[in-house]
């Protein structure tokens, strides 16, 4: 009897990592190109809060942008390119947020590279690594009292995108 509960276990453990490792593949869950004349939010489903306008690229100031939920996935990295706009000192900064999809609740943070110019810092990117359950980024810039208007300067992005791999829950009951 514990000999084919195990076996049974086995295999499930087996299909499971098969089934993922062959059919899902490198997904990338959205992308953002410097052309496509982004509005604020940058898309369908996107929520957006505070100082942030659309363009060729998207113009954080003291305001954020966040995703539509992404199911569960691995070997999870956010590309971008970085620039800033505006005047003054370069007081701003961005930050990465993977927050929970159910209550929103902050997974993991991350603070992307910073720019001291206009010009654009290309091919950045950040290993967020594996969230095990579905989940938002929001991408926030902050900064001691940044608007579009102020004497600081603000962060720009483009091309930016999340590439990983889909895993979703695998149990006997999606298998049988």
Known sequence: MRKTTFLKTLLLFISCFVLTNSVYGETTFFSFTGTSGYVAPPAANWTSSGTVDGGSYLKLCSGYV??????AS???????DVATFG???AGSKTILYVLNAVDNSIISQFTLTSANSSTYVANQSQAIGSVAVGF??????VGDGLTTNSANKGTRLRNFSLLGT???ACTASNLA
Do not use: R
Not at 66 to 71: F, K, L, M
Not at 74 to 80: A, E, M, S
Not at 136 to 141: F, L, S
């Open 87 to 89: 005047s003054g000192v």
């Open 66 to 71: 966040v995703s539509p939920v992404i199911e």
């Open 74 to 80: 691995t070997g999870l990295v956010f590309k971008y």
């Open 166 to 168: 889909s895993s979703p």
């Open 136 to 141: 938002k980024i929001k991408i926030e810039g």
